[in-house]
C-alpha cells in the first residue's frame, strides 16, 4: 500500500515538473536552434554529487563552434579537493533546442581524468542553457549563460 502511494506521488511530481518546466525558447525568432545560433562562450556553475566522492561543485566557460566542436575549463570541488580541469569533445543540437555533449576531462588530478556526457537545452534566445549530466555515478546539473552577446 505504501509503495503503491509513493509510486502515485511520484508519478504526479513527474507530471507536475513537465508542465511546469521552462520551455526552450527557439533561439533566433521562430527559425529553431542550430550550430551557429547555439555557438559561443557561456559561463556555468555545476552543483550535485559523484558516487564514491561525495558533493561536487565547479564554475568555468565552455565555447561551442559553430563546427560541433566544443572545449572549456573549469575549477572544480571534489568533496573539497580543488582541481583545474580542461576538456574538448564534440556535440549535437537539434532544432528544438535540446542537445548534447560528450567531453575528455583531463585534470590536474589525474584520479579525476574522465568521459562526461551532458544532455541540455538551451533558452532564451540561445543566450542560457540547463543540463544534466548523463554519466554514470553522477547526479550533477548545470546552469550556463552567454558570456557575450551573440549577432
Known amino acids: 500500500m505504501k509503495l503503491s502511494i509513493r509510486l502515485v506521488g ?13 520551455r526552450a525558447v527557439q533561439a533566433r525568432g521562430d527559425h529553431g536552434c542550430s550550430y551557429r545560433t547555439v555557438s559561443g562562450a557561456f559561463g ?6 559523484r558516487l564514491g566522492i561525495g558533493p561536487v561543485a565547479s564554475q568555468g566557460v565552455l565555447t561551442f563552434a559553430e ?4 572545449e572549456g575549463s573549469q575549477t572544480a570541488s571534489f568533496n573539497g579537493t ?15 533546442c535540446s542537445g548534447s555533449f560528450t567531453v575528455v576531462v583531463t585534470s590536474s588530478i ?39 552577446g551573440h549577432d
Open 82 to 96: 580543488i582541481a583545474t580541469e580542461s576538456y574538448t569533445g564534440t556535440y549535437v543540437v537539434d532544432e528544438s
Open 44 to 49: 556555468y556553475v555545476i552543483t550535485g554529487t
Open 110 to 148: 589525474p584520479a579525476f581524468n574522465r568521459t562526461s556526457t551532458v544532455n541540455l537545452v538551451w533558452e532564451d534566445d540561445a543566450r542560457a542553457a540547463h543540463a544534466i549530466f548523463a554519466s554514470p555515478q553522477t547526479v550533477l546539473t548545470a546552469d550556463a549563460r552567454r558570456v557575450f
Open 10 to 22: 511520484l508519478a504526479v511530481i513527474a507530471i507536475a515538473a513537465v508542465f511546469n518546466a521552462p
Open 67 to 70: 563546427d560541433g566542436t566544443v
